[in-house]
């Protein structure tokens, strides 16, 4: 999601998204490509546990609509305090049996041992945007993309701090506040690199600005900040780096910088999103990033959100976060090639544009929907990936023919009743035979898929799982 320090210049809506929603680009159905062939369609009531939604075109309150191979095995609400009307779920990380849960009010440390009865463990009110989190060991990192009164979790609004927050959670029950790293402009997102001392962690922090009038933005905004945690002593992290990573400079915007960067540390690679556009670099030194590439699709793309490697590093998925998250775009107003994903093979090191997906549901007016945070299912000699689309649900959809992707099951809820303009699937990441789904506002929900395209990735077990650090399977 686009941050909301930035949508008066961007008019990419967090919170303002009423006044930029007639602002999306039009085009006629003939002008978009032919979408997959959309799998049966089930309808199911939501558990009694799940607050209701108001119908869909043709769903009734209370539905859940869902291909024929796709099943809602669990949903665990958000619970308090972190359930309030602007504590929404942001990203996920898995280690073992547990599943961490980000949340503009904090996070959540919840037992997936049984993901038919996940089970919260702990919660943690540290309020911030948005709070993305990853694990590493007994480390917990918070992304805050928000000025705060100072770095703690009993700050109040403020001008004096923005970056990463650290908590020991060797105590599942008990997390613990150990410190936290100031960084230029926030951390909207971050992603984890190993250093080559065991004992020493890089994370790679995207953000954008600059903010003239700003305490904790101020021009030149670089790239990305390199922050190194020493992991025997994690208060005392720093940043080490700003590498500028954009040897042709960034396409003209109203902001800079990156919005999330996703390293492959196996293969010596990172992809970077960064608003106009897509980098290719070799990560061989982690605080020193080499480019490899730069590229830019300004027909089609407006904001370059996330990316995503195939399991042999020869793809790159790059999603584009049209309208900033706040925007109905999956509808036949919208070209299929905006707010969608991209699929770029690598060739001879360089990026080749193949082919585009965009979820293939029309969605109604009143539901945000756009290509958003997903990962790969684990199945070898194919690529498989999962997706939340915000209000248009998750989609599970197959690239392995890059130039002819198709969508294999979805999952999706009917608009949201709240009073807000942001609901629906955060992230949608495959763990250990299940989908697990951050949904902004309905909480934790546990998706099974039964496909013979799917089913050999229940055979893959992780002890770990933080999407923008990608291991091969």
């Known amino acids: 999601m686009t941050s909301a320090k930035l949508t008066a210049a961007a008019c990419a809506a967090l919170l303002l998204v009423s006044a930029c929603a007639g602002q999306g680009t039009a085009g006629s159905p003939t002008d978009r490509p032919q979408s997959a062939t959309q799998p049966s369609v089930t309808s199911e009531q939501t558990p009694a546990q799940t607050p209701a939604q108001t119908p869909a075109q043709t769903a009734a309150t209370g539905e859940i609509t869902h291909s024929d191979n796709v099943r809602l095995v669990a949903n665990l609400p ?47 009110r540290c309020p911030a945007q948005q709070n993305d989190v990853s694990v590493y060991g007994d480390l917990l990192f918070l992304s805050v993309d928000e000025t705060r009164s ?50 020493t962690l890089y994370i790679y922090a995207s953000s954008a600005g600059p903010e003239p009038e700003s305490k904790t933005c101020r021009p030149p905004h670089k790239s990305i900040q390199v922050v190194e945690v020493p ?72 904001i370059w959100h ?28 919208i070209p299929r090639t905006k707010g969608a994903n991209a699929i770029y093979d690598i060739v001879d090191g360089k990026l080749e544009r193949r082919g585009y997906f965009k979820m293939p549901r029309e969605q109604t007016a009143r539901e945000n929907c756009v290509a958003h945070n997903g990962s790969l299912l684990p199945v070898k000699g194919r690529d498989i990936m999962v997706q939340g689309w915000y209000q248009g649900g998750v989609s599970v959809w197959d690239f392995t023919d890059s130039g002819n992707p198709r969508e294999i099951g979805f999952f999706d809820r009917g608009p949201s009743t709240a009073r807000t303009p942001i609901a629906g699937s955060w992230s949608a990441y495959y763990y250990n035979g299940y989908i697990y789904s951050s949904d902004i506002l309905q909480g934790l929900d546990v998706i099974e898929i039964t496909d013979p395209l799917t089913d050999p990735a229940r055979k893959v077990r992780m002890d770990d799982f933080n999407v923008q650090t990608q291991k091969t399977y």
């Open 78 to 124: 958000r619970q308090a305090p972190l359930n309030g009307a602007m504590d929404w779920n942001s990203d996920l990380a898995f280690q073992g049996e547990y599943a961490y849960v980000g949340n503009f009010g904090g996070f959540s440390v919840v037992d997936i041992g049984d993901p038919a009865k996940p089970k919260v463990v702990s919660v943690v």
């Open 150 to 199: 100072d770095a703690t979790c009993t700050s109040k609004h403020g001008d004096a701090w923005e970056g990463i927050r650290i908590f020991d959670i060797k105590d599942k029950k008990a997390p613990r506040y150990v410190g936290a790293v100031a960084t230029q402009c926030g951390s909207h997102t971050h992603t984890m690199v190993p250093g080559k001392d065991p004992d």
């Open 231 to 302: 992991l025997k002593d994690p208060a005392r992290a720093r940043v080490v780096a700003q590498p500028d990573i954009f040897p042709l400079g960034q396409k003209d915007s109203f902001f800079t910088g990156c919005h999330d960067v996703t390293a492959f540390p196996e293969k010596n690679l990172a992809a970077a999103a960064c608003y106009g556009d897509g980098v290719l670099l070799d990560i061989s030194d982690p605080v020193r990033p080499k480019v490899l590439q730069q590229v830019r699709d300004e027909q089609n793309f407006d």
């Open 306 to 333: 996330s990316a995503t490697f195939n399991n042999d590093a020869t793809k790159v998925v790059f999603s584009d976060e049209f309208g900033g998250g706040g925007m109905a775009t999956c509808n036949s107003r």
